[in-house]
């Protein structure tokens, strides 16, 4: 996988967006960014992913640069229910598992 | 819609027994995958498969046993419990492999394991 960057821990004001940022200076052209999210003691789950295109989804927006080096994850109206760990992770072609590092915890907060 | 399902939830073992964690989908889905999950860590890569009949290691295999009879059912064998193998183990599944866009992983709602 290309090496991702992610801050350990974010706070963000319930129903303020959230934006969690992620480095990944060493993606290649056709390596796709993919963010899932675990919420405490459960599964993780996917959220989005994208290539070079900014992407919708009812649970979020994804934000990547135009020399895809880095992206922004964005949960435009954070509930409590978002509090989480994000992780930001970008598979190398036929890789064939996703390697999840400690990721983005986030807070929402009252 | 099921999709992953472990059992059981929870289980305790004493050091040196053995035991057998379930994970069967219901997606139809190709690749199957057991990670497990430490403590304030990231999740590690035990065992995957791409078919029925075909398993590879991972980054974590030493200490456990898989086997893929038939696309639905992915088992995870403990032989000789240790204190080290304590942890959370999820098992999930994917259409596909990975690094192709339209194939998203799906997980389980995990096993937590203690070994004491």
């Known amino acids: 996988d290309a090496k991702t960057t992610q801050p350990p821990s974010m706070d963000c004001a319930e129903g303020r967006a959230a934006n969690l940022p992620c480095n990944h200076s060493?993606?290649?052209?056709?390596?796709?960014v993919y963010w899932y999210r675990q919420i405490h003691s459960q599964g993780p789950q996917y959220i989005i992913h994208?290539?070079?295109n900014n992407e919708t989804n009812e649970m979020a927006s994804l934000i990547i640069t135009e020399d895809r080096k880095s992206s922004t994850l964005i949960l435009p109206h954070a509930t409590l229910r978002d509090t989480a760990v994000y992780y930001c992770?970008?598979?190398?072609?036929?890789?064939?598992?996703?390697?999840f590092g400690t990721g983005t915890r986030l807070t929402v907060i009252p | 819609n099921a999709g992953v399902t472990q059992t059981p939830k929870f289980r305790i073992l004493k050091i040196g027994q053995s035991m057998t964690l379930q994970c069967t989908q219901d997606?139809?889905?190709?690749?199957m995958y057991w990670y497990r999950q430490d403590p304030g860590m990231g999740l590690k890569l035990i065992y995957y498969?791409?078919?029925?009949?075909?398993?590879d290691k991972g980054e974590v295999p030493n200490g456990y046993n898989v086997s893929r009879s038939t696309t639905e059912d992915f088992p995870l064998r403990l032989e000789l419990a240790a204190p080290s193998q304590t942890s959370v183990y999820f098992c999930?599944?994917?259409?596909?492999?990975?690094?192709?866009?339209?194939?998203?992983?799906?997980f389980g709602a995990g096993t937590r394991l203690s070994v004491l």
């Open positions: 999930a599944s994917s259409q596909g492999p990975l690094a192709v866009a339209k194939n998203i992983q799906y």
């Open positions: 060493t993606i290649s052209g056709n390596e796709y």
């Open positions: 994208g290539l070079k």
């Open positions: 992770i970008a598979p190398q072609t036929g890789a064939n598992n996703l390697f």
């Open positions: 997606m139809n889905h190709n690749y």
């Open positions: 498969s791409v078919g029925a009949g075909i398993t």
